[in-house]
């Protein structure tokens, strides 16, 4: 079965920090993988999405994050983050070429940057 | 463009009542919508896909009969939770597919939520 982990429950930054959020998933065929944040009181939107081709995958505000197909990993990055990156950010994964958007997510990361 | 609306966003109620939870796609048309369920501190989980004009979806593990689906219209999804008991408390977010996008990686537009609490 197909599985996302986030390893960081809860990030704190300073503002001009760099980040990188991590996303493992398990799955043995050839996925999709996506990120969404979920700003607060907002709904979830989508940040960035990989499905094939370069795997560096750049989206808005800034970010950016690397399939690692060896790693099973999606990690998010972002150089330096502002106060407005303030936000839940999950990793999401569907099975590639499958009839479905079926999406499984991550737990999520609580992103909290300081001023 | 493309904005889904949940209603109500929060809702309490006494235990034993069934409690409708609304799902609108306000600018587009979508042919499949799907309803998530949200503990704390953990992952969204699909319930649920609902196809207009066609039963819903059930994933494994989820009571039909406890979570009815209703996707009557192009724009319009609801889910009903029948006899709610506290354990049924949770955050409930639906999202939907722009009509005719079809495939894994079509972006899902997803609601605002509802928080259920059950007492």
């Known amino acids: 079965a197909q599985s996302v982990s986030q390893h960081n429950h809860h990030v704190i930054l300073s503002e001009a920090a760099s980040l990188e959020l991590g996303c493992n998933y398990s799955?043995?065929?050839?996925?999709?993988l996506f990120w969404y944040v979920q700003y607060p009181g907002q709904h979830l939107q989508l940040l960035l999405k990989?499905?094939?081709?370069?795997?560096l995958v750049k989206g808005i505000k800034g970010f950016e994050a690397e399939f690692i197909k060896s790693k099973f990993s999606f990690n998010l990055r972002k150089p330096s983050v502002q106060w407005s990156d303030t936000a839940e950010y999950f990793c999401?994964?569907?099975?590639?070429?499958?009839?479905?958007?079926?999406?499984?997510f991550g737990t999520g990361t609580l992103l909290a940057v300081q001023p | 463009g493309a904005v889904v609306s949940q209603h109500p966003s929060r809702v309490i109620c006494k235990s034993g009542t069934s409690v409708k939870i609304e799902c609108r796609s306000l600018?587009?048309?979508?042919?499949?919508m799907f309803w998530y369920r949200q503990f704390p501190k953990q992952s969204l989980m699909l319930m649920a896909t609902?196809?207009?004009?066609?039963?819903?979806?059930?994933e494994q593990g989820v009571e039909k009969d406890k979570f009815l689906i209703n996707h009557a219209s192009l724009t319009l999804s609801t889910l009903t939770v029948t006899s709610a008991h506290p354990e049924d408390s949770s955050f409930y977010i639906c999202?939907?597919?722009?009509?005719?996008?079809?495939?894994?990686?079509?972006?899902?537009?997803f609601g605002d939520g509802t928080r259920l609490s059950i007492l």
């Open positions: 999202s939907a597919l722009l009509k005719g996008n079809r495939g894994p990686n079509q972006p899902q537009h």
């Open positions: 600018d587009f048309q979508a042919t499949t």
């Open positions: 799955y043995g065929g050839t996925v999709n």
């Open positions: 990989y499905f094939s081709g370069d795997p």
């Open positions: 999401a994964v569907n099975a590639a070429g499958g009839a479905t958007n079926k999406l499984i």
């Open positions: 609902s196809n207009e004009g066609s039963k819903a979806t059930y």
